[in-house]
């Protein structure tokens, strides 16, 4: 069994811009400012309903990540204007899991498998979109479940993600080689929440 490796971050054109939700002191303050409704609607959402909407998710979310795309002609000037050091620089390597046909993608789930520098590999399951309060006690409360909102231009999407630290070692390098079944790479929760929403009889280590 073969992963295919799809992005290394090193390379990649994507700024992540990640800030907890919980650093918002109010949500309705923030969608009262005019400032704050004035960079969003540039970024992509362009009604007072859009804005709220997504805001109001943002309140039941974990974390909220902004998703942007830096042309080549702007990396320096962003890289300069975020105070970014290249030398601080983090590679991961990173792998997206899925049919030939995509039918997970189809389906709205994701299986991530993350190689990081300096630190140890990780995991992710993922749903979306969701509405959080839909999911089940068991899942929204479980200790690696974070619910996130990503808004990017044109668009945003709440997802729900069972996430996975697998410490030091070389577990996903193994599985990108074919040495090691995927499932052993995820936590039994995890196993559990793809069982649920993957599309039936698609088990894990027939993903590629």
Do not use: W
């Not at 909220?64 to 702007?74: F, G, N």
């Amino acid at each position: 069994m073969t992963v295919t490796k799809v992005m290394e971050d090193l390379s990649s054109d994507r700024i992540h811009i990640q800030r907890r939700a919980a650093d918002f002191r109010s949500y309705q303050q923030v969608l009262a400012s005019g400032q704050v409704r004035k960079h969003l609607s540039a970024f992509g959402h362009e009604t007072d309903a859009q804005l709220a909407e997504m805001l109001a998710l943002t309140s039941h979310a974990d974390s909220v990540e902004l998703k942007l795309t830096v042309p080549d002609s702007e990396r320096r000037a962003t890289v300069t204007g975020l105070g970014m050091d290249p030398l601080e620089a983090q590679i991961r390597q990173v792998f997206f899991l899925d049919t030939p046909d995509l039918a997970l993608n189809k389906a709205g789930v994701v299986v991530r498998a993350r190689r990081v520098q300096g630190r140890g590999d990780d995991t992710v399951i993922k749903l979306r979109p969701i509405v959080p309060d839909e999911l089940p006690p068991s899942v929204r409360n479980a200790k690696t479940m974070v619910v996130e909102v990503d808004a990017m231009p044109g668009g945003y999407v709440c997802s729900a993600s069972f996430k996975g630290a697998l410490g030091p070692g070389d577990a996903v390098r193994q599985v990108a080689a074919g040495d090691r079944a995927i499932r052993k790479l995820y936590s039994k929760q995890q196993r559990a929440f793809y069982e649920a929403h993957a599309p039936e009889g698609l088990a894990m280590d027939d993903l590629m």
